[in-house]
């Protein structure tokens, strides 16, 4: 049977030399760390949505930057497609609307956090841009 594939954005929210990332407080996986975001709504583009998304779960307005990567990973359930961008805070305090924990990891500290399973390539990228 086809997997049904699951399109979602994700923002890696960068402050200089430090990117923030956040811990899932529910759900399947619940605990582990990602980059804030979530599902592509029908009739939005990803900018669009990842926008949408930082305000519902971090109630602040980010500014996105460039595509990084188009992740795309096979969960047991279902694929994922994975849209990612660099970001930047407009306006707003990061408040966790929905995650446990949050924390700013600069290059050193990258692997600090049990990523999800789908991000550990994209965090590779990540660390060698951040190296400029
Ligand atoms: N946001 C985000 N999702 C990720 C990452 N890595 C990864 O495998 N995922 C998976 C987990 C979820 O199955 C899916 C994104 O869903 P989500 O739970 O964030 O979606 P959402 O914010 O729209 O939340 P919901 O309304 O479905 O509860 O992608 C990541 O870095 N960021
Ligand atoms: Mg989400």
């Not at 619940?30 to 305000?55: C, D």
């Amino acid at each position: 049977m086809e997997r049904k594939t699951i399109e979602v954005v994700a923002a890696v929210i960068r402050d200089n030399d430090k990117i923030f990332a956040t811990q899932r407080g529910y759900g399947e996986f619940k605990g582990g760390w990602e980059f804030p975001g979530g599902k592509i709504e029908k009739n939005e583009v990803p900018q669009q949505a990842l926008i949408r998304e930082i305000k519902e779960e971090l109630d602040t307005e980010i500014e996105v930057n460039d595509l990084i990567d188009i992740v795309e990973y096979d969960y047991p359930t279902f694929h994922l497609k994975m849209h990612c961008f660099w970001a930047s805070v407009k306006k707003g305090n990061l408040v966790l609307k929905e995650h446990e924990a949050a924390k700013w990891l600069t290059k050193e500290t990258l692997y600090s956090v049990e990523w999800l399973p789908a991000d550990l390539g994209l965090v590779e990228m990540i660390e060698r841009l951040m190296a400029k």
